[in-house]
């Protein structure tokens, strides 16, 4: 499926502290003309931000859909969206930095798995079963993780985590005052 992005609004990115971020994400249950323009939406916020992953809590939308910019290693063709993305296989382990545009100005040494196999459904709503290793391995890992609640900053030593933490309540509260 092609999407146009000229057509598609740049949604808000929740920030570290936002409730949704830390919700469970519910199961797409059909592939509306709503879930195809939020995947739109999705993938011109991902790419204006600039970033290289974004999942639909961090748009504030708490349902299992993810866009990935896999690069040049792309095997997928419809914008890289995944609904209902599920990781099947995994191999390896490597650490690598990430950061996350739900926490801005923040990165930081996650271990994962080298190689994964990720299940789902295309926007086509077509199965869709693909390998993918190295960076776009640690994308879909880091994107799926955000459906469960999971940020990459939970895999940081404790005493680093909580610093993150505690400036991004800083910056919160002086937001609402
Ligand atoms: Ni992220």
């Known amino acids: 499926m092609k999407i146009r992005l000229e057509d598609t609004a740049v949604l808000p990115i929740r920030i570290l502290g936002d409730p949704v971020l830390r919700e469970p994400a519910a199961q797409v249950d059909a592939i509306t003309d709503e879930i195809i323009s939020l995947a739109a939406a999705m993938f011109r916020t991902m ?12 748009v504030g939308v708490g349902l299992r859909l993810i866009c990935v910019d896999a690069g040049a ?11 209902n993305p599920r990781i099947t296989a995994a ?3 490597e650490a690598g930095e990430e950061g996350c545009l ?5 990165t930081g040494m996650v271990m994962r798995a080298t190689h994964v196999t990720v299940e789902g ?7 869709l079963r693909a390998d993918f290793e190295g960076l776009p391995a640690r994308i879909f890992q880091h994107e799926i993780d955000h459906l469960d609640g999971i940020l990459f900053i939970d895999y940081l030593p404790r005493l680093k985590r909580d610093l993150i933490k ?12």
């Open 47 to 58: 790419y204006e931000a600039p970033g290289i992953g974004l999942a639909a809590p961090q």
């Open 73 to 83: 290693e792309a095997k997928l063709s419809d914008g890289l969206c995944v609904v």
């Open 91 to 93: 191999a390896g382990e």
């Open 102 to 106: 739900s926490i801005p100005g923040v």
């Open 121 to 127: 459904l295309t926007l086509d709503g077509e199965a």
């Open 166 to 177: 505690r400036r991004f309540r800083k910056r919160t509260l002086s937001q609402a005052s």
